[in-house]
């Protein structure tokens, strides 16, 4: 059974940092995409940032380019969001989920119950 646990959340001052982990289990994690959604209050699931299965190619949502960076460890199932320079309108719940920018909606057959990052002055 796919499943999906996230960790790392908390409640910084704007500029702060977080480290957001996610443990996939239950299907071959090697050979998957992967991303980091989030959805703020009140608004649609957002996508944040993806990297391939091999861990050398990621890509980034516009708001958060050279604030986030997504990571993995194949060996460990594991997939990383380093949070940097974190800003008010970073608030939200973040989950990971199997697939890329593209697919992530489709591939991802049950979502976790997300770590929520919450940025306030």
């Known amino acids: 059974q796919v499943r999906f646990v996230e960790s790392g959340g908390g409640e910084v001052q704007p500029g702060g940092s977080l480290r957001l982990s996610c443990a996939a289990s239950?299907?071959?994690?090697?050979?998957?995409?992967m991303s980091w959604v989030r959805q703020a209050p009140g608004e649609a699931l957002e996508w944040v940032s993806d990297?391939?299965?091999?861990?050398?190619?990621?890509s980034y949502a516009d708001s958060v380019k050279g604030r986030f960076t997504i990571s993995r460890d194949n060996a460990k199932n594991m997939v990383y969001l380093q949070l940097n320079s974190l800003k008010l309108e970073d608030t939200a719940v973040y989950f990971c989920?199997?697939?890329?920018?593209?697919?992530?909606?489709?591939?991802?057959?049950?979502w976790g119950q997300g770590t929520r990052v919450t940025v306030s002055l």
């Open positions: 989920g199997r697939g890329s920018e593209r697919s992530f909606f489709v591939d991802t057959p049950k």
């Open positions: 239950g299907f071959a994690f090697s050979t998957y995409d």
């Open positions: 990297i391939n299965s091999g861990g050398g190619t990621t």
